[in-house]
């Protein structure tokens, strides 16, 4: 993956993206392998989603109130890093093409201040990254780059706008990244209008580029709701 030179293209962010107060847990969860939730596509990959959850409404609809995402203890957080995806051209997406090796203890706690749950980081891994590169430790350092370097518009402001669209969304992102246009920034929001994700859509050189249909999600026009929670 020569990505190197093209990220220097795009803008640096805080390394916390929005990670509030993100402090370390003294122990972390076993590392364990996951069972595949769907069939084994090995398939050519021909870009990626960065998919970015919007973690107050995860924690309010999940009722989880005990992880190290929700609970508090360990920090605050907006956007959290769902992971990297790799897209395949007109179809599903490639998965679950490796069953092993598992990260490591060291490199899952590494990354839990962008994405804060061990189970999350070790199934990104095993149903994205085994698509992507034999290595766990590679697929995260490349995940991180890219986390970084994107700068995270505020969600908790934007959520105070009388009549938000989605339309609005995508343009406070732009305005922070302007190396980004509307049509590369894709929304899933819950069937009630709630901002579930912003997903990052870029071409097989990690460059940005327009949002398939399916990527994309609802239109600018689209009312918008954002759980704040913090």
Not at 33 to 59: I, M, N
Not at 69 to 79: D, V, Y
Not at 129 to 136: A, D, R
Request: hydrophobic share 35%.
């Amino acid at each position: 993956m020569r990505i190197a030179a093209i990220l220097l293209a795009l803008l640096p962010a805080p390394v916390m993206a929005q990670a509030y107060q993100c402090t370390l847990p003294h122990s972390i969860t076993p590392i364990r392998p996951v069972a595949p939730d769907g069939p084994v596509r090995k398939l050519p990959v021909t870009g990626y989603t960065l998919a970015a959850s919007w973690s107050p409404d995860y924690c309010k609809t999940s009722g989880d109130t005990r992880s190290m995402q929700c609970s508090r203890r360990n920090g605050r957080f907006g956007f959290i890093l769902h992971g990297l995806w790799p897209e395949a051209l007109g179809g599903p997406a490639p998965q679950w093409c490796a069953s092993a090796p598992l990260p490591s203890q060291e490199v899952v706690r590494r990354n839990l201040c962008m994405t804060p749950s061990t189970g999350l980081l070790v199934h990104e891994w095993l149903k994205h990254g085994t698509c992507m590169t034999g290595k766990p430790e590679k697929y995260f350092n490349v995940s991180a780059i890219l986390w970084r370097s994107v700068r995270w518009p505020d969600a908790d402001l934007l959520s105070r706008r009388k009549d938000l669209t989605v339309g609005d969304l995508r343009k406070a992102f732009v305005t922070s990244n302007p190396a980004w246009k509307p049509e590369y920034v894709g929304v899933d929001l819950s069937r009630t209008g709630w901002l579930r994700e912003v997903r990052l859509c870029y071409g097989k050189d990690f460059m940005p580029r327009r949002c398939s249909r399916a990527q994309f999600g609802p239109s600018d026009k689209a009312s918008l709701k954002i759980w704040r929670g913090l």
